[in-house]
């Protein structure tokens, strides 16, 4: 069953095509990939998702469980239920790591010690630090998950959650997807990496702000290798994207 | 209990802090209402002679050569009635190598039209460390007027660092205005941090002049505005040394029709020395808000927090 259903949407912006009539539907408590070529239009479709500002102009439909989510804001899809990990987390100077975990505390997720302990980094030196710059790109990385792991929305959305980190927070990352997906939420990953891929268990490929294909890990990871969907498009990299 | 000793304790009482610190024998104080010394006690290596004066209170404090003063010593500055001036005059000396820290409360709960002027003079000898923390505690309406200045001496290998919040209640107006001169190796923190509402005023001047070898300087401005009112910093820095280095930093948030400027003025007159600034005005960071409204909080929550981290960090 879709826990969420695009059903034709488009995008434009300043008058350039971004998302081009895309029909998908995201099963249930799956984990799935999106890759691509960079700007396929991955990272876009999950800020369509989310409603975030500039991005709420679309046609077409949304559907969370079957309703409709066009007119609902950030915060009111956040409440029903759907949630962003950006590719490079925002910083909040003043705020501590504590701070910033509390905002994002629902009643059916983990606790923030324990979303600590599953991102690997120790509660009791990092809930007072800022959350802001003095932090590392990897750190902060591991925070975002923690924040959706305290929070336990349906629909995760990672935008290139293993971006920037090295292999030992990789391994963190990929504890807290299983946990995520373990307790229920339904993840959209994107990705450039094989690495995720081979965690999901279904994928779609993007290109021109279109879905081009779709299936099993073992069919989308051909674009990993080198075998390239047959693709209209002549500009996709089939190369260098794998890592 | 006696009236001044009442009075010691209302004051604390709005600024939402118990009178422990009142009963602690290793805690100075000096509570001051009006022009009224309610409270005093003092430790080794504090001299603090404070004069009533018609409109307020001198107060001349010095702390003794090489006497480390362990424990913040509490200033507090109120005046319950509605109306009225107080003026405080200090005159500062922290003898070589010495040290304190003193936590400076300004608290006006009734205000309905008050002013409260500082004019400080404040020598920090050789070696020795001054730390000053003066937090202010407002009527959410009312109309007050809050004019500190202080003239700053920060001599060979000492250190001065100031902050200034005002982050409840109205803020009125607001005029600081300090300068401060560096000598070798000395080391100065200004910070500054107010939250302005409704037709509030603020001015901040904030001066450090980095004279000796190896000085530096930091000035730090944090200000968020809504509604109507207005901010104005100017942060000056100029270094004349060697080796001075120096770094200005102004952030403000506006929302509503509130208005901002920054004016970071940075001048170097040695080859050797190196002063850097910043400013950034603008309304809420739209990453940060819209993260905080990815975790289901409202746009007015969302915004309540951002703020509230502005003002709050180092």
């Known amino acids: 069953m879709a826990i969420l259903k695009l059903e034709n949407v488009s995008l434009s912006l300043n008058n350039k095509p971004i998302l081009d009539s895309i029909s998908v539907d995201f099963w249930e408590g799956y984990i799935h990939a999106i890759v691509g070529p960079n700007g396929a239009g991955k990272s876009t479709l999950s800020y369509v998702i989310m409603g975030l500002n500039d991005y709420r102009t679309i046609s077409g439909t949304l559907y969370f469980k079957n309703k409709p989510i066009n007119e609902l804001s950030v915060y009111q899809r956040a409440r029903l239920g759907i949630s962003l990990a950006w590719q490079e987390p925002a910083r909040f100077e003043g705020l501590t790591v504590y701070q910033y975990l509390q905002a994002s505390k629902k009643d059916n997720g983990l606790s923030i010690e324990e979303a600590m302990d599953v991102i690997g980094l120790p509660a009791q030196e990092y809930l007072p630090r800022a959350c802001d710059k003095t932090l590392s790109g990897g750190e902060r990385k591991r925070i975002e998950l923690a924040s959706l792991l305290v929070m336990q929305p349906e629909v995760v959305l990672l935008d290139e959650p293993d971006s920037g980190i090295d292999v030992e927070a990789l391994e963190r990352i990929f504890d807290a997807m299983a946990i995520l997906k373990q307790r229920g939420s339904t993840i959209i990953t994107i990705t450039h990496s094989m690495a995720v891929l081979q965690k999901a268990e279904h994928a779609f490929l993007m290109c021109h702000g279109n879905i081009i294909d779709k299936g099993g890990i073992d069919k989308i990871s051909g674009y990993f290798e080198n075998k390239c969907i047959p693709c209209d498009h002549k500009n996709i990299p089939i190369s260098g994207e794998a890592r | ?314």
Do not use: W
């Open chain 2, 1 to 314: 209990m006696d009236d001044r000793r009442a009075v010691a304790q209302t004051l604390y009482k709005t600024m939402g802090l118990t009178d422990a610190a009142l009963n602690d024998p290793d805690i100075a104080h000096l509570v001051i209402n009006s022009n009224m010394v309610v409270a005093s006690h003092l430790v080794e290596g504090l001299v603090v002679e404070p004069a009533e004066t018609q409109n307020g209170v001198r107060v001349t404090m010095r702390v003794l050569a090489g006497h480390i003063i362990q424990k913040p010593v509490h200033l507090c500055f109120g005046m319950l009635p509605e109306d009225g001036l107080q003026e405080i005059i200090m005159d500062v000396t922290i003898e070589e190598h010495a040290s304190v820290s003193i936590l400076a409360h300004c608290t006006f709960p009734n205000a309905k039209n008050i002013t409260h002027k500082m004019e400080a003079v404040i020598t920090i000898k050789e070696g020795a460390s001054y730390s000053y923390l003066e937090r202010h505690v407002h009527a959410a309406s009312g109309f007050i007027t809050v004019l500190p200045h202080a003239i700053v001496t920060v001599e060979k290998n000492a250190t001065f660092k100031t902050d200034f919040e005002l982050l409840r209640g109205k803020a009125g107006i607001i005029d600081i205005d300090y300068e401060t001169t560096c000598y070798e190796h000395s080391h100065l923190e200004m910070n500054a941090k107010v939250n302005g509402i409704q037709d509030d005023a603020i001015t901040i001047r904030e001066t450090g002049h980095l004279n000796g070898e190896g000085a530096v300087g930091v000035l730090t401005t944090r200000i968020a505005v809504r509604d109507t009112a207005q901010a104005t910093v100017y942060n000056t820095l100029t270094a004349h040394a060697a080796y001075a280095r120096g770094h200005v930093d102004c952030k403000e948030i506006i929302q509503d029709r509130a208005t901002a400027k920054a004016i970071p003025v940075v001048e170097v007159y040695h080859p050797k020395a190196h002063v850097t600034h910043e400013a950034a005005i603008g309304s809420v960071d739209d990453k940060q808000l819209q993260t905080l409204m990815a975790r289901g909080l409202s746009e007015d929550e969302a915004v309540d927090l951002i703020i509230q981290g502005l003002l709050s960090g180092s």
